[in-house]
């Protein structure tokens, strides 16, 4: 473009050298026409602009309007980043200065088995053994395994109670009334007296009998939701994950369940032979790292604060955020392209390292595998930042509200920025620790709960290791000026022969001699013993748990006593899975719950359920309930008792015995239908004139077989 043409009204306005521009007489289609233009100081200079010249300075003043706009797109979008990065900031730097990083390495150091730099240092300058006792590994490992045992065994920790009073359906209702005004009638028109208590009592006893019938459908519809959202569960890897959250609680001081995600999940359908492939969005769980969380420690509660996380995601995380809603499709696609190639090492903290090295992964800094580092943020946002952002005023009415928001950044880009639906505007993450400390948020783990019979354990292992290996040869005098230049004498090995010379003093002090070691392995054993027994008490995991039979005195030579042994400790792991229950279970189900009541068109759910978790309860009771149930369905297995259950009822029984000792009671035990019906194949099976089931009762029986009833019992 030619000097001094910087836009398009200077194109319009040229001049001829300097001055102030004057718009020339021309076209604008017309090339190489002459604009004589006065000027006070030249003499007269003719200047002639071409129709390519015009079309240059036009594009220019559109990519300067275009640049503009996209500058003024990113600053509003900078806000939102700046705050989030700011946010990160003071987290991460907050979290070091309390030693929470340190503490999280040496956790997890103390479960690997190693010791700290700063320790092989002193270690390799005594020249000792690096041996190192591992029994918070142990004891880990064997919390885990408990853990384990209570909420991945084949019984369900959670299930979904109907509502104690179901409200019956109307026309039910109204079959009770006529049925009651039609033997009313019915008694008038014979002449015999009505008694209003009477018709009381009838109406009672009727509604009686249907709220049974509807309690019964509530409970069979509660148990079809709790199956409903537990393959949602199976279907996003919940239990997976589960699975390494009980890992984490064992050894970090803290561990984290997030959830529901929703991410596009590849689905594959086969129709006519052929295969269908659809991208749909699902549900999914996850158990992030503790590293990786970041979390105000201005707050009493961490459901309170807002919470940052360090993802790592490849460049098929991203594509599969495409055109899930709440993502900027744009943004993703910018982000791709300026990262995709090469990654994005960010957000790194200085742990990061360390951590890298004791998981047997790559450092973080030398980033080969393409990572692409982004903050994914959850808390309260400026109303006036959204709105800059481009949010509406009908979705942000009130620019000094906050809002409660998730947003994703990527470098600088604004993937993701939305106001949270869920009415319980808290963030997805749910936090627990293996031993809670009252008025704190961080409690402590396995390994600091024992940090100090390790260090010990570690110390008189050393001991004991160099000792023996001081102790396993003799020691050696050697008078150099007694023995012969032509010895060698740094080998020792059997049968070897010392030349040695005579003393000029005559003096009966030998040129070589040997003596032993005194061995202190004993005491050391003894010590390192004792520190394995503290380990158990302190731990409040014993030795026999994890499959080891010292330590378990007279009582575990017994199959009873044994048992009796294992039941005891187990119960030290009741608080642990009380912990578990009401910092995780409870809040998580819930916003599930919560999702699929905002999401869901199935009306599997009609928000009058309640969720109940009986973590605890099978740590207490599960082998008890299964002892108790057995007997009692021994205790019932005689005629007398036949007839007062019945088939009906000793089926049922069949049922729940199966369920908790974890078979498939619906291959095994007929449902209802089928024991009605072999009961009307029988000569004698059906109904009598006169006996019960038949007139009025049966007639309402009859209504309730065709009422339909919600999860909670609500008619439908």
């Not at 032509?486 to 040695?500: A, I, Q, V």
């Not at 029984?653 to 209802?672: K, M, N």
């Amino acid at each position: 473009m030619p000097s001094g043409i910087t836009t398009q009204a200077d194109v319009r306005n040229l001049s001829l050298g300097g001055g102030n521009p004057a718009r020339p007489p021309q076209d604008r289609n017309t090339v190489g026409i002459p604009a004589p233009v006065q000027n006070e100081g030249s003499q007269g200079m003719l200047r002639v602009i071409s129709n390519g010249e015009m079309q240059n300075a036009e594009m220019a003043e559109q990519e300067q309007i275009r640049r503009e706009a996209s500058q003024a797109e990113e600053f509003k979008k900078q806000g939102i980043a700046g705050h989030i990065r700011t946010q990160f900031f003071q987290m991460r730097s907050d979290r070091e200065t309390r030693g929470i990083s340190n503490r999280l390495v040496e956790s997890l150091r103390a479960y690997r088995g190693e010791y700290t730099p700063q320790k092989l240092t002193a270690i390799a300058q005594f020249g000792g053994s690096e041996v190192y006792a591992k029994l918070t590994q142990v004891k880990c490992r064997g919390a885990t395994s408990m853990l384990r045992d209570i909420y991945l065994s084949g019984d369900r920790p959670w299930f979904i109670e109907p509502t104690p009073d179901p409200t019956l359906p109307e026309d039910v209702t109204k079959s009770v009334l006529e049925l009651v005004t039609s033997e009313v009638a019915k008694l008038q028109e014979a002449g015999q007296p009505i008694d209003h208590n009477t018709v009381t009592d009838r109406i009672k006893q009727l509604t009686g009998s249907a709220k049974k019938a509807a309690l019964k459908e509530a409970k069979k519809e509660a148990d079809k939701a709790t199956r409903y959202l537990d393959d949602m569960l199976v279907e996003g890897k919940f239990y997976e994950k589960l699975t390494e959250f009980l890992h984490n609680i064992a050894i970090f001081p803290y561990a984290f369940m997030k959830g529901p995600v929703v991410r596009m999940a590849t689905d594959v359908k086969w129709e006519n032979g052929k295969a269908v492939v659809k991208d749909i969005p699902k549900m999914y769980w996850t158990a992030p790292s503790p590293f990786d969380i970041y979390w105000s420690s201005q707050v009493d509660y961490f459901e309170n604060s807002p919470i940052i996380e360090h993802l790592r995601l490849q460049r098929s995380d991203l594509n599969n955020l495409i055109g899930v809603p709440g993502y900027d499709e744009a943004a993703i696609r910018a982000a791709l392209e300026e990262y995709g190639q090469g990654g994005l090492s960010d957000w790194l903290d200085y742990t990061d390292t360390e951590k890298a090295h004791l998981e047997g992964r790559q450092d973080p800094h030398i980033n080969h595998s393409d990572e692409i580092d982004t903050l994914e943020f959850h808390g309260n946002m400026q109303g006036k930042m959204l709105l800059e952002y481009g949010f509406t005023a009908e979705e942000v009415p009130d620019e000094q509200k906050d809002y409660f928001c998730t947003a994703w950044l990527v470098g600088y880009h604004i993937i993701k920025v939305q106001i949270d639906p869920n009415p319980r505007k808290r963030h997805p993450y749910y936090k627990s620790s293996f031993e809670k400390i009252p008025g704190a948020i961080i409690g402590n783990g396995v390994p600091e709960i024992m940090s100090d019979v390790q260090d010990v354990a570690n110390a008189s292992l050393r001991a004991l290791v160099n000792n023996l290996s001081i102790a396993s040869g003799p020691q050696v005098v050697i008078n150099d000026d007694r023995v012969s230049p032509n010895t060698n004498t740094d080998d020792l090995y059997p049968w070897k022969r010392w030349h040695t010379l005579t003393d000029p003093f005559g003096s009966s002090e030998k040129a070589i001699d040997f003596f032993q070691p005194d061995s202190r392995s004993a005491e050391l054993i003894a010590v390192y013993e004792k520190m394995s027994i503290l380990a158990d008490e302190i731990s409040a995991i014993p030795r026999y748990m994890t499959g080891s039979a010292a330590g378990q005195g007279a009582a575990g030579r017994t199959a009873s006593g044994l048992s009796m042994l294992m039941e005891n400790a187990g119960k030290i792991m009741q608080s642990v899975a009380a912990n578990i229950d009401t910092d995780i279970f409870q809040p998580l189900l819930a916003r599930l719950y919560d999702t699929v009541l905002l999401t869901d068109e199935s009306g599997r759910l009609n928000g009058d359920e309640n969720i109940r978790v009986r973590g605890v309860t099978f740590a207490n009771q599960r082998e008890t309930e299964r002892a108790r149930i057995l007997e009692f369905l021994q205790l019932t297995a005689n005629p007398m008792d036949a007839q007062i259950v019945g088939m009906e009822g000793r089926a049922e029984l069949l049922r729940e015995t199966a369920d908790r000792i974890g078979l498939d009671y619906a291959s095994i035990v007929p449902d209802e239908e089928a024991m009605a019906g072999r009961q009307m194949q029988q000569p004698d099976g059906g109904t009598q004139e006169g006996k019960p089931g038949t007139g009025e009762a049966g007639a309402v029986d009859e209504g309730m077989k065709g009422a339909q009833f919600g999860p909670g019992g609500k008619a439908v």
